[in-house]
């Protein structure tokens, strides 16, 4: 048996050592590749890092009205730009009522040392909208009441204020919107109509008042050669202005006059509608919710 091990250890090792290719030597002047690095033409990939979850922010009031207090007091405006912007963000979500009049008294106040700054001023304007406070609806109608603005800037904190405004939909401001509509600022005018959308759940009569105001503007707007207008032909200023304000005109026109005119874009089509339905009281666009349910 030892003799026969020998032997075939004698056959079978040459022929293993035949059937291994041979080992492949780098060119000279290259170092042979580590041992685990990944070969020429691959690239190694690391798995992705796993993203820890977003941490949730809990938004103190109290603090937010202390800081914004203090920062008021001390006539900070960086203060007051980072206090006023997270009022902002808490105005929009669930309130604290005992909260809502001091934080809009405060942010009142901030206006008086936030001249020039314009995004601060825009901020306190929004959040006076979603705090729909007595104070707030004293200081906005200041902001957006008035007459034209100096500049754009002046335009954006009057047609935001606009806004926020309307948030109160508030019946005695609806001649004033009317009349913001005639402003040449294009900005200003877009936010008086976008305005009377506010009052798209008010009583049927107060929202056939908003929708004859805003058809009056509708009019007076398009730019038509004729009629209204006169004759001659329709300047390029015209034709832009209508660009910018209709789309407002018509999503306010169809959210005071119901499901029935959703589908009403064309001029002559709302003309036409209103004839048949702006004197008529039993009209469906003017039926409450409740004398809907009855009928």
Known sequence: MKYLAIVLA???GPAYAQEQPPEEKPPEGEKPPEEGAPAEGESEEEDPPSKAPAAIVVMDPKKILGDLTLANAAKDTTGIDVAV??????SKGPKDETLVEPMATELATAIKHSKGNWGTLNAIAEALGELRSKDGAKTLKKLAL???AKDESEERLQATAIVA???YAD?????AFGEMGQSKSVLVAKAAYTAFGSYGTAKGKVRRTCAELLM?????EFPSSGG???GGGVSKEKQERWAEVSPAIVTSMKALCGPDTQTLNDVENWREWWK?????PKASAWKDEDEKESS
């Open 10 to 12: 004698c056959l079978i």
């Open 85 to 90: 912007k997270e009022a902002l963000a808490w």
């Open 146 to 148: 008035k007459k034209e």
């Open 165 to 167: 405004l309307s948030k």
């Open 171 to 175: 019946t005695k401001e609806i001649e």
């Open 216 to 220: 009056k503007r509708l009019d007076a």
């Open 228 to 230: 209204q207008g006169g």
């Open 276 to 280: 048949e339905n702006k004197k008529n």
